[in-house]
């Protein structure tokens, strides 16, 4: 069905905006640049940015720029090939953070300018339907006993699957260095390992492990959110329920290059602010259960400055931080 997007909308949340800020627009193409290949979740959060600009007449000209490699890192290295120069935006991640703590990178947000953030994505806890694990109090029992007891399917060492096992366990009181952690290459492969009886728990995106509940293949332990969420997911418990005062959440933002200046920074807060009250972003986030995070150019900075000292101590607790 094709939405209709009234000018009066758009116009009164530009009016709020003082003069001075809109002395700065896209003057051609604005790049979406997306810091991986096609298909994630990163690339999906790029696609649908990049349709809402165009739809909601927020520029003029946009098109999204795949640029993976280096966990994220050689997307921002070709954004800061255009120091401020506001036509080109990112889609920042988790890793923009983590792997400067972990010494990956030597890139983190500090080197670009944060625009905004857009949602929070929580992580489910699941095991196949037939397993022993009978919710995430015997998880946590099991490997305070034996960290070793149980194998995790994870994307990547220090990642944010490794991250949000390593907090729980962390806080329950067991020893989340000795965890044993299984990598695979993408998203898609860790599940399969699960469903294939390969790993034993996956701690994974809702996106990536709902279809496999819903049909019966796998059982949720629990989530990372701070309460519970409703719809599909209503009764899946969080860690607070079970005992564990552990809540986490994954997100994605969008930074700009180093040096924009506050006229740039001031027609991105304008756009993301229309973007994000629009009933197409609204559905997007309730049709992908993502948690409404959004954040101004100057709330971000706050945000990513606490962000990057909580998982310092958490990867720190793994052993991880450099």
Known sequence: MKRIFHAGFIAGLLAAVPAWAQDWKPERNVEVIVPSGPGGGTDKTGRAVQVLLQNLKLVDRSVVVNKPGAGGRLGMIYLNQHAADGHFVSVSTVPLLTNHITGVSNLTYTDVTPLTQLFSE???????????????????????????????????????????????????????????????????????ALLGGHVDVVPAPVANLLPHIKAGKLRALAISSPQRLGGDLAAVPTWRDQGVDASFDTWRGMVGPKGMTPAQMAFWDSAFAAMTRSDAWKQDLAKNYWGDNYLNSSQAKAYLDREYKDFRAILGDLGLAK
Not at 123 to 143: E, M, Q, T, Y
């Open 122 to 192: 929580y992580i489910l806890f699941a095991v196949r339907a037939d397993s022993p694990v009978k919710d995430g109090r015997d998880l946590v029992a099991r490997l305070k006993q034996d960290p070793q007891s149980l194998s995790f399917g994870v994307t990547a060492i220090g990642g944010t699957s490794h991250m949000v096992v390593g907090q729980v366990i962390g806080k329950a009181g067991g020893d989340a260095k000795r965890l044993k952690m299984v990598v695979f290459k993408s998203g898609g492969e860790v599940t399969s």
